[in-house]
């Protein structure tokens, strides 16, 4: 699947450490962000049943290669990478807007998860098959 945009932000003062550079947790929060915006484009959004479905993060892998500071413009840039019976995966890559630097990548596994019995439920038939036909259309 082709990447799209989904964040585009600025580091602020409060999200940088005694480092200078931006803290651990808001690479997580801006991810975080990303990721909400993509499952809405994904569709995956209207099948969320307030209080009764949602969506579960299962693993997450960071790595960080380049610092960023304060007033930075950072993007995001995420794709759908796999989609099994359960679980699906995104690739999130951050870069740098003024540089084009690639700064930071996050992959996450995901799950549809039934709120009230507290598990882990099989993608509809229909979303499934629209998602790895979108999968297919770009690889």
Not at 64 to 79: A, G, P
């Amino acid at each position: 699947m082709k990447k799209v945009l989904t964040y585009k932000g600025a580091v602020m003062t409060w999200e940088t450490d005694s480092n200078r550079h931006m803290n651990v947790m808001y690479y997580v929060n801006k991810f975080e962000h990303a990721g909400r915006n993509f499952n809405l484009d994904l569709g995956l959004q209207e099948i969320r049943q307030h209080g009764k479905i949602g969506i579960v993060v299962l693993e997450q892998k960071l790595n960080y290669h380049r610092e960023v500071f304060e007033d930075d413009i950072l993007f995001v840039e995420s794709s759908l990478i796999d989609i099994g019976n359960k679980a699906y995966t995104l690739f999130h890559e951050m870069y740098n807007g003024s540089t084009k630097e690639l700064v930071s990548t996050m992959r996450v596994v995901l799950t549809l998860f039934d709120q009230v019995e507290r598990k882990a439920i099989v993608f509809p038939i229909a979303l499934k098959e629209r998602l790895l036909n979108a999968i297919k259309e770009e690889g």
